[in-house]
């Protein structure tokens, strides 16, 4: 099903108006219409005139989460979409000097660790079930509503607007992603190698015997740019290099692509106009290095949260009462920061370059990797709280 183009205006009345129609937008528009608030969605779904190279890495949560709007690529008995989900059944870390951790979904008495998701696939869906809801109309100019809802990603111009101050980061490091097919099939085994200052992820796609993998690599500025530019086999071989021939040879499935990487957050992510509440979700509230898989888990969580906030507000309380807002920026507040935390500490451990630290962050990989109690626990913490 194609989804229906954006009114350039509309004489309706909204209850909720959600700027951003990609993954978290959507999510979020799906979520509100349940209980029949009247929302707008604005702005148009993604364009396919590019490829989309990304995989997402999605957690228990957010698969449930998808799955109750309907919105999780799977076919009508339940099955997975044919190549759109690939569930990680393992998953292995390396370090720079031998250093290495491994974690197995049946160790945790669970199907899968966490599931790479097709973005284009995973869209799809999400578009389709905004089509079949019918109080959740698309437009592209913002509407009056109660409550407006920034879902617009980290270079949002109506935070800017709104003069809800972002702050920003830089890592010296871009992300360069791309699909490669492998010699030997992956096995359902995610694959990550911490080496030289950068962070490599191999994410298994096409389902658990499939031969493809999404690339997500940490690399500083200037060699992502000269990959970008130069012959796309001497990435691929760069990749087989690193990662020593665990997949065998490696081809170039897609050109790649790469985006700068950054930790922000804003300082305030909610407030009042003279028309309505405001809150921030998703991108435009945060961003993180991607080194975890967190981001769009992080983006998704907001949202069932601001829904089920809404959802258990006073009868009398208004959408937009700041609040009623404050219990969600309280709620999302402290989880965001410990998780953007994590990750800058993790990236800032792995780049350092004294000889000592890398002798002893190879040593607490590989001792972690023997300490079942810990070890649990933090793959627990990556598969995310059960729905």
Known sequence: MNATPPRTGTSRRFDVAVQGAGVVGQTLALLLARDRL????????????????????LNSASRELLRSVRAWPE???????????????AMRVWGDDGGELQFSASDQGSEALTWIVDVPALEQRLSDAVGFQGSIERVTETPAAALTVVCEGKRSQTREQLGLAFDVRPYDHKAVAARLRCEVPHGGVARQWFANGEVMALLPLGGAQGNSVALVWSVPAAQADAWLQSDPSNLAQAVQARSANTLGTLHM??????????????????????????????DA??????????????????????????????????LGDLKLLRRYERARAAEVGAMGWVTDGLFGLFSHEDSRV?????????????????????????MGPSA
């Open 38 to 57: 009247r929302v707008a969605l604005v702005g148009h779904p993604r364009g396919t005139t590019t490829p989309d190279v990304r995989a997402y890495a």
């Open 75 to 89: 076919t009508d008995d339940g099955g997975p979409q044919p190549g759109a989900i690939t569930p990680v059944t």
């Open 253 to 282: 499935e897609s050109p790649a692509q790469a985006w700068p990487l950054e930790l922000s957050r804003a300082q305030r992510w909610i407030t009042r106009t003279a028309t309505g509440g405001v809150a921030l979700a998703g």
């Open 285 to 318: 509230a945060h961003a993180m290095h991607p080194l975890a898989g967190q981001g769009l888990n992080v983006g998704l969580a907001d949202v069932a949260e601001l829904a089920r906030v809404l959802h258990a507000r006073e009868y009398w309380r208004d």
């Open 358 to 382: 890398q002798a002893l962050r190879n040593w607490g990989l590989s001792n972690f990797n023997r300490s079942g109690p810990l070890k649990r626990w933090l793959a627990r913490q990556a």
